[in-house]
């Protein structure tokens, strides 16, 4: 079947930089997304990979290898504010575009 | 602009009871999807649209339905409640089929059954 797995649960310090990494299990797909969650919110989209390499988006960065099922989003001078719950998804190719996901890494930042 | 909205906030329910979770986008977009989420869980696709007057299933639709009459509305309806499906439900849409992977949430709706 189709899956993919995240850490539950990353600590990191504030100003610090954090690697969450999502690895998948599909038979194909159109591209990997990230999005954030803060408790009690709804999700947000941070990043989308179609390509394998590096997609940088101001202090967030998202990585793509398809060779490897990996994927990870890379966050930069941690904030406070970062602190939320982070999924990846996948675009399934024989699904009508609908995105599977990850269970969802929290991220707990430290002052 | 309001994006996607959802109603209601919060409701308790009675097992056996009918419910409609209402979702409405104002940004003109092809699909919409209804998803559950439940405590430490991702998310689950219950079903979705990818066009007006289309529906199809997702990872758990049993026990709900859908609707697309027009491209602003997509309601779900529990028939008959059960605790089980007390969850946190989430609508969103996406542009259409050449933007489908960045979806767009509504705040949730936060249902009980008791």
């Known amino acids: 079947g189709q899956s993919l797995e995240q850490p539950s649960e990353v600590t990191a310090v504030e100003g610090a930089i954090v690697q969450i990494n999502c690895t998948y299990q599909t038979s194909g797909f159109y591209g990997l997304s990230w999005y954030q969650q803060h408790d009690g919110g709804a999700p947000t989209f941070l990043s989308y990979n179609a390509l394998d390499g590096l997609e940088e988006t101001g202090r967030f960065s998202s990585f793509l290898s398809r060779s490897d099922s990996y994927g990870y989003l890379l966050l930069q001078e941690l904030q406070m504010k970062d602190s939320a719950s982070y999924f990846c998804a996948v675009t399934l190719m024989d699904s009508n575009y609908q995105l599977i996901w990850g269970a969802g890494t929290k991220l707990i930042i430290k002052p | 602009i309001a994006g996607i909205t959802q109603a209601p906030t919060s409701q308790i329910l009675a097992a056996g009871r009918r419910m409609t979770l209402r979702c409405t986008q104002d940004?003109?977009?092809?699909?919409m999807y209804w998803y559950r989420q439940d405590l430490g869980l991702g998310l689950r696709l219950i079903h979705y649209s990818n066009t007006a007057g289309t529906t199809g299933k997702g990872e758990v639709p049993d026990g709900y339905s859908v609707s697309r009459a027009n491209t602003d509305d997509f309601p779900l309806t529990l028939a008959s409640a059960v605790p089980s499906q007390t969850s946190v439900y989430f609508c969103?849409?996406?542009?259409?089929?050449?933007?489908?992977?960045?979806?767009?949430f509504g705040p949730g709706t936060r249902l009980t059954v008791l």
């Open positions: 940004m003109r977009h092809n699909a």
């Open positions: 969103a849409s996406s542009p259409g089929q050449g933007n489908v992977d960045t979806q767009y």
